[in-house]
């Protein structure tokens, strides 16, 4: 075993010094949150696990097509490493992005309705599970090619520091992406034009079905370290942790610390997509069943709710039933909600259609929706 | 109007859009301090500072999907690449990124940016330096493709393309930069030309020559051999490939019944390609004649001076082929 | 599986045909498409092929001997195969086997034999006199329908061809005719025959300037046209229309034939001044001498003739029964007596020919028609036709109407004769020239005004240009 795997699979709850150096903070005590924040959080991390199970329900009986990648598992880090910004703030993601949509403040009706290709989807039925947007929210999407919302991030936060705002973006990849050329290259650039974004790797130890030490030489805190840009390394089972690490990192960042890199340690308990089984080829039975019930974001936060006497039992359940409810009413809306209009096949694929020439080559122009209708 | 170099236009719209537009901002390799590599943004940095002309890191994929993400959050970035064979490296964000945000979106983000820098050959500068990309680009729809070949087109097609609101590849010519030309003065007002309008170059009756970018030239060159032996053609320079100017296209063929496509690429799949099938699928009845193509050889660019030069599209060549569109022996 | 080898039709009119020579002998190895034997028919010596591969394992009718049309003449099998009955009957049983065996070897050329059926059908109407499919093709697709090709989905693809080009799309002899897009469009506007056109363009395409030369010259130019559509049905081809009878001329065609036979002939003569001709001719010979070319008062006549036609189309014709057909091409046909008969050549589009082209062509055809090699197309398809029997020193005679023509030239001796011009006696070398006309298509002012023509151009052939 490597010195990568030794330290991807130990989770650690507390910052640390890391390969070059820098630190991340820690130490953070639940007494630093008030309760309605506490139980905001529970509730959200229990949005994001009803809402991820729906989807899979619902994919089970084809409702849902194509890819659907789950962050069950996760759900501490989409909601700790996003709730801290302001709405001005972006995200930008890759795939596994339904949660961190929820997280960045898009409503559970609009993103399941995308999850179902309906007219009513975030993406109006045109992105799917992976592309899910919310411009309105700084959502700027969940991108399918691995490692590809890394230069974008970099050019939001180009734009943030071009326009003098103080805007942060923050970039999640998975673990697998920092193998890309593209990784390199947007750090370099966010470096030496010290542009305010956030690279956070979702590091779930897997990359599809290669665990990372089997592609990465050294430990992935190190991967950063040639760009000059700070690593961190936070444990993204804890919401607690995640939520403190991340609000503090945002503000110094927002106030011109340069770009950051950002190791969240979590783990996926499904499988990679819906045709990945949760256990088998690349990971234990075992392995998953210990993980999931050593380190569920949700389980870890009720125990110590539990134990701090910050929540009840019945509370909970409560709020889980609330919950499911308002998933329930996603699914809902998404079941009810039209398909798209064939019109809409046409529709933003330019922003502008041009007063001369044609656009669209396929020779159905007279097509009720295609803009070439008439023009020629 | 003044007469100035393809260059220089180029040089003139960016200095008037940047001037216009504080969004516009232009990024690539040695566009700041080196003036450009062809110094097409020379005297830039000094008039716009290095917030707005940066030169970048060679990253290709890099800063052309900085670009991409500086366009979704309402930026106008214009991304130069050093030659458009290096923004291969970036096609990753041209193609899957920007030319597909707005769709995958739902109509949410677009990205109104413009990707430019010199495509084709130059002179001996041998396979991975010598290549025609417009087709890659083409091929992807949400992207636009412009491929200016005089210095007024290269001022008002870059202008109306850095306003246009969808990426744009702006595709220049190596050997185009010192080309000089007629130029309507900057004082007379804004000079743009829409996307999507193709400008005959040349009239004539007996054959149409359509084409685009720098092969304009070679196009205008062997129908003035041609006009020696009594044959008129037309040559329609297409300006712009995505907006296409089909009405354009229909009207030369409707007028000379045969068509020659000449194109700097390769043969399979080439814009002549798509050309070619327009023609047939809208102009059958008006053509006497199958449509011929001329392409560069089907073969990497070679060094040797001889080889490129036949592996080129040449002016015999495309002599030969409206000879052979016109029933001529020659 | 053995092949029976027929009697095959040969030539349009053919209805039995005689051994010459078989070039191959019972127990030679032979492929599809190898020549068995010459074949006399009534028009000419043909060459038989093999359909199909084997040993040429029996020979039933020998050389000398004749056959009919359609009788097994030979068989085709494998070296060991049993041909059981020796005697090859035209039992059912066997037709069908020799079916199958010719549609396995028409199942090479697949699709497009089908097609050519197909529009051979389409554009069949109640001309059966030729190019009917041979029976054997007939068979083949037929085999096809239900056989391994099967399915259907041949016949499918076979008729839109058809449709597709069988208005204005076909050749007379059924293949298709290349015209780019525009000349098609083009002509359909003008209301042009494409098949009457002559194509310029690469393989003869039919180019849109062809077409526009067409509309120009109007419809006597419009009638010129590859050789090939000279076999054209008439009629109902492009190189001619159907004129209907008036209640007129149907009268006249009924009391006429009543009168005095099938074809109601009468004849009209004229006498023609030949010194310019003789002029003429002495100085095209001697300027030419070089280059071999020697034109003989013949050809001079033929070719004033077939310009004269081109002038008075309505003598250009043929008699249909029912209508009379008149024809936009001019393909003169030119009698050569052979050894046990008659042939008469065709010199395609004559009057568009110079004279050097028919003098060289005439001597080519009449040559290989006393060797009896003409292909039936150089022998079919005239217009009109000439006969001369000057060379036997016949002054003046009437020759028998080819029928469905309408009318035949009978050229009489050149000899110098005392004729009296502005009442002087003069010594000039003159031509009688007697066309015998069909009275149900030509009258006799109409047949005299296309001789007035003919005379004219003999006798000023500068005045002829006007």
Known sequence: MGTAEAEATKPSKTSGENGNGTSSPGGAKLGDFSKEELHRFMRAMLLFRRFEEKAEEAYAIGKIGGFCHLHIGQEAGALGLIDPLRQDDWVITAYRDHTQALAKGLEPGPVMAELYGRDTGSSRGKGGSMHIFGAEQGFMGGHGIVGAQMPMAAGMAFAAKYRGTDQVCVCFMGDAAVNQGAFLESLNMAAIWKLPAIFVVENNEYGMGTAFSRVSAVPMIQRADSFGVPAHTVDAQDIIETWSFMDDLVKQVREGAGPQFVEARTYRFKGHSMSDPVSGTYRSKEEVDGRVKEQDPIAILRNRLFEADLMTEEELDAMDDEVRKEVDEAADFADEAPLPDPAELYSHVYAEINEHGRLFFDGRDGEAGHPGGGKD | MAVITYREALNQALAEEMERDDSVFLMGEEVAEYDGAYKVSKGLLDQFGERRVVDSPISELGFAGLGVGAAMVGLRPIIEFMTFNFSILALDQVLNSAAKMLYMSGGQISCPMVFRGPTGAALQLSAQHSQACEIWYVHAPGIKVVTPATPADAKGLLKASIRDNDPVAFMEGELLYNLKGEVPDPDDGDFIIPLGVADLKREGEHISIITHGKMVHVALQAASKLEKDGIEADVLDLRTLRPLDVDAILATVRKTNRAVYLEEGWPWGGVGSQIVSIIQDEAFDDLDAPVVRVTQADVPMPYAKNLEQIAKPSVDRVIAACNRVLYRNS | ?466
């Open chain 3, 1 to 466: 599986m053995a092949t029976k080898v027929h009697m095959e039709a040969l030539s349009p009119t053919m209805e039995e045909g005689q051994v010459v020579q078989w070039l191959k002998s019972e127990g030679d190895t032979v492929k599809s498409g190898d020549v068995l034997a010459e074949i006399e028919t009534d028009k000419a010596t043909m060459e038989l092929v093999a359909r199909g591969d084997g040993v040429l394992r029996k020979i039933t009718v020998k050389e000398g001997e004749t056959a009919p049309v359609g009788e097994v003449i030979a068989m085709i099998a494998a070296e060991d195969e049993d041909l059981g009955d020796d005697d090859a009957p035209d039992g059912d049983s066997s037709d069908d086997e020799a079916s199958d065996s010719e549609a396995d070897a028409e199942a090479d050329s697949g699709d497009a034999t089908d097609d050519d059926a197909d529009e051979e059908a389409d554009a069949g109407d109640e001309d059966e006199d030729d190019d009917a499919p041979p029976k054997a093709e007939a068979d083949a697709k037929g085999k096809s329908g239900d056989g391994t090709k099967a399915d259907g989905g041949e016949s499918a693809d076979a008729a839109p061809s058809g449709d597709g080009s069988g208005e204005e799309g076909q050749t007379g002899d059924g293949g298709r005719i290349k015209a780019s897009p525009v000349a098609r469009r083009l002509a359909k506007d003008e209301g042009v025959e494409l098949a009457g056109i002559e194509g310029s363009g690469p393989g003869g395409r039919i180019i849109k300037r062809d077409v526009e030369e067409a509309v120009k010259a109007g419809p006597a130019e419009k009638a010129a046209a590859p050789a090939a559509a000279a076999t054209a049905r008439p009629g109902d081809g492009p190189d001619s229309e159907k004129v209907p009878l008036s209640q007129m001329r149907k009268t006249i065609a009924k009391r006429l034939v009543e009168s005095i036979g099938p074809i109601p002939h009468f004849f009209l003569t004229i006498d023609v001044d030949m010194t310019r001709a003789v002029e003429a001719r002495a100085r095209i010979n001697r300027d030419l001498e070089r280059d071999g070319v020697k034109i003989s008062y013949n050809d001079i006549v033929l070719k004033a003739t077939a310009m004269a036609l081109a002038r008075h189309p309505e003598c250009n014709a043929h008699w249909g029964g029912d209508h009379v057909v008149r024809f936009h091409r001019v393909h003169l046909g030119v009698a050569v007596a052979i050894e046990d008969g008659l042939i008469t050549p065709v010199i395609r589009d004559a009057d568009r020919k110079g004279m050097a082209a028919i003098s060289a062509e005439v001597r080519e055809l009449a040559g290989r028609a006393r060797e009896k090699k003409l292909k039936p197309e150089e022998y079919t398809g005239a217009t009109f036709s000439v006969s001369n029997l000057g060379m036997f020193g016949i002054e003046q005679f009437t020759a028998v109407i080819n029928p469905p023509e309408a009318g035949i030239l009978a050229v009489g001796a050149m000899e110098e004769r005392a004729v009296v011009v502005d009442g002087e006696l003069d010594i000039q070398p003159r031509m009688k020239i007697t066309m015998s006309c069909d009275h149900r298509v030509i009258d006799g002012a109409l047949g005299s005004q296309f001789l007035q023509t003919l005379r004219r151009i003999l006798e000023e052939p500068l005045a002829a240009l006007v």
